[in-house]
């Protein structure tokens, strides 16, 4: 169990290390176990409760959007390590498509063809992409990719794959910026329950390389606690133990 929690500011989503962006958060969804971790060693008892994992949860939405921020800025340093250069690329859904069903309806096959064409005009292309919903609720996307093609390419190819003809690309400088950019439409998805069930909020070419693993302490027990028990009183009786109590579960603020 690592239980050394960050817990960045507000304003610093997008200039975080990878470590803090994993910081601990808890889950909102009721009815998760109670976990009690302790270490004789450390003199430390950790309260916490597992994640329901679901974007429409707002404590593991939140989590799921940082997870994806620093995977993607670790991804783009890694291939910019390798000499590729990346770009943001904006589209949009068809003007014809009347419905926001319609637009997520098409959205599959466009841009599996729009993919496929990038591919064959930049072979070895890497790419992050984040669906989102417009206030109108129609589909729009936004694309973080190696592939070089101008805004006028994507307007062309777009519109014919049965995307929008409306597009915007920018080069890419910083990993920084990559960070930015992902933090701001990733982090729209968290709590948010606005797309079909199953839906993947981020998609990304294959092998986009995972986060590097985090070094856990292999100090601590760690026991599933009784419906029963509470963190209130568990926290009374080890502190009267002479234990320290770190509480990860937000139990002050959630729906048990």
Known sequence: MDT???NPSGEARTGLSYLEHLTVRW?????????????????KVVFSRPRCGQWKCP????????RWVAR???GVEHYQSLGMDFHFVTLTSHRKLKTP?????VFRHAWDVLGKRARRAAPGMKYVLIPERHE????????????PMPTRWYK??????????????????TVRKAAQYMAKYTTKQAGSDQWPKGYRRVRTSRSWP????????????????????TVEGQTRYWQDEGYEVIDLTGDAGRNK
Request: with cysteine; aromatic share 4%; hydrophobic share 35%.
């Open 210 to 229: 995972a986060l590097p693993a985090l070094e856990h302490s292999y100090e601590y027990e760690t026991e599933v606690m009784d419906k029963s028990v």
């Open 4 to 6: 050394d929690s960050v």
């Open 59 to 66: 404590g593991c939405g939140e989590n799921n959007a940082r």
């Open 27 to 43: 889950c909102n969804t009721a009815g998760r176990v109670l976990l009690r971790g302790k270490s004789e060693s450390l003199k």
């Open 136 to 147: 109108s609720k129609k589909l729009h996307c936004h694309l973080l990719t190696s592939a």
């Open 72 to 74: 993607v800025a670790h």
């Open 101 to 105: 069903q319609a637009t997520i309806a």
């Open 156 to 173: 062309d190819n777009s519109a014919s794959c049965g995307l929008g003809y409306i597009a915007e690309e920018e080069r890419l400088l």
